[in-house]
């Protein structure tokens, strides 16, 4: 039993906190970083950016959080 608790916290980790990174965090930062900070599609862009990036950080936090406590249930367990 604690393996499966285990191999749901890698799961949880690589999907939430590496996926996300990977897959929207990432690109918004490169997005943001391409653009001329003078400009009003930068100040544009930046209105819809922190809210997407804040928000999908938290799923990233909430998901590491689980990740790590799955891990340490799993390896008290095994």
Do not use: K
């Amino acid at each position: 039993p604690g393996a499966i608790v285990v191999l749901m916290g890698a799961a949880l980790y690589l999907g939430g906190g590496i996926g996300v990174t990977l897959l929207i965090n990432v690109p918004l930062n490169d997005m943001l970083a391409a653009l001329d900070p003078q400009t009003e599609q930068a100040a544009s862009f930046w209105r819809r950016y922190l809210g997407e990036w804040t928000n999908w950080n938290h799923l990233r936090t909430v998901a590491c959080t689980a990740s790590l406590a799955a891990l340490i249930v799993g390896a008290r367990t095994i």
